[in-house]
């Protein structure tokens, strides 16, 4: 895996499927550290939701009549309650999220 600033967890759709499960699992600040990743490439809730941002246009690219806009919505819905401190909720949208996408 390259540290270069170019690189991503979420590269196709299969990823945003395997990179969404870690995301449910740790957030919001449970993320395990890599010893091969520089510091600014560890994984934290804002990189995560960042990555997971890039995962929708993978998501709409690979099934035409998802609703881009309401994906976003549940990623921007999921973070603010991580942001609240209401993981539960988080995780909830998340995985709303995740029915929508892989269903």
């Known amino acids: 895996m390259s540290t270069t600033q170019n690189w991503h967890w979420v590269e196709s759709y299969?990823?945003?499927?395997?990179?969404?499960?870690?995301?449910?699992?740790?957030?919001?600040?449970?993320?395990i550290p890599a010893d091969y990743l520089a510091d600014d490439h560890q994984l934290n809730l804002e990189r995560a939701f960042l990555e997971l941002r890039r995962g929708?246009?993978?998501a709409t690219s690979?099934?035409?009549?998802?609703?881009?806009?309401?994906?976003?919505?549940k990623l921007k819905s999921a973070l603010a309650s991580y942001r609240e401190g209401n993981a539960i909720q988080g995780a909830h949208t998340l995985q709303e999220f995740e029915r929508i996408v892989f269903s």
Do not use: M, S, T
């Not at 299969?14 to 993320?31: G, H, K, M, R, S």
């Not at 690979?62 to 919505?73: P, V, Y």
């Open 56 to 58: 929708v246009e993978y």
């Open 14 to 31: 299969e990823d945003l499927y395997d990179f969404l499960a870690q995301v449910i699992v740790c957030a919001p600040d449970n993320f």
């Open 62 to 73: 690979r099934h035409k009549g998802i609703d881009k806009a309401l994906l976003e919505e």
